[in-house]
């Protein structure tokens, strides 16, 4: 059961590195790591996707260490838009196990002015 | 490219009354999934469709929620009867793999 832990809130100014840190100790090979983001009244939304090392897409970088045991989501200069829930997740395409596919309570982040 | 549609975007209801949501994912995505969003929570998978076929309902209440996805491509998903505890953000989200879903806006139902 590859649950997730996060932080439930935190908080940053704008133009800051924001990084959330993730731990997910029972991954399984097959598992890749993948971060979406929430905002209030709408749908999660995908942000970056990763299986090891780095990851970096236009809006993030994702942060895998070797062990695969933790990962972190890295936001560079932040503004108030980013507010939201961030949600870390593992899983595989490789079927289905059950809970799998495990939201969690999320990451609320707040970016202050 | 079209996002994932879901109709109503409001319902309200008394409990032990029924209600249906429904979903039409984006074209070409074989995967279909229905969660349930708590306030406060991450969202709950209720169910997961391949095409046509379930691949997993292991969270879904089957004493009284219900889930189709006839042809393979719109799905509805029904709650009878409604509990208050069933109060919540209905999400249908697709993928043309399960590692990258996108999501609706989801269905906000309120159980009087």
């Known amino acids: 059961l590859a649950k997730t832990t996060q932080p439930i809130s935190m908080d940053s100014y704008e133009g800051q590195e924001v990084n959330i840190t993730c731990s997910h100790n029972n991954i399984a090979t097959n598992d890749y790591i993948t971060w979406y983001q929430q905002f209030p009244s709408q749908g999660p939304r995908f942000i970056i996707q990763g299986y090891k090392t780095k990851v970096t897409n236009e809006v993030a970088s994702l942060f895998i260490p070797a062990d695969r045991k933790s990962s972190t989501l890295s936001l560079p200069r932040v503004s108030l838009s980013d507010t939201a829930v961030y949600y870390c997740l593992v899983g595989s395409d490789r079927g289905s196990t059950l809970g799998r596919l495990y939201f969690g309570r999320g990451t609320q982040l707040t970016v202050w002015p | 490219e079209a996002g994932v549609a879901q109709s109503p975007r409001y319902k309200i209801i008394e409990k032990r009354q029924s209600v249906a949501f429904w979903c039409n994912p984006i074209?070409?995505?074989?995967?279909l999934y229905w969660y349930q969003q708590i306030l406060g929570q991450g969202p709950k998978l209720l169910i997961q469709f391949q095409n046509n076929g379930v691949v997993d309902d292991s969270q879904l209440p089957k004493d009284r929620f219900s889930a189709e996805r006839l042809k393979g491509v719109d799905s509805t998903l029904k709650i009878q009867p409604a509990k208050l505890e069933d109060s919540a953000v209905y999400l249908c989200?697709?993928?043309?793999?399960?590692?990258?879903?996108?999501f609706g806006p989801g269905t906000r139902l309120t159980v009087l």
């Open positions: 989200a697709s993928s043309l793999r399960d590692r990258n879903q996108f």
């Open positions: 074209s070409g995505h074989a995967t």
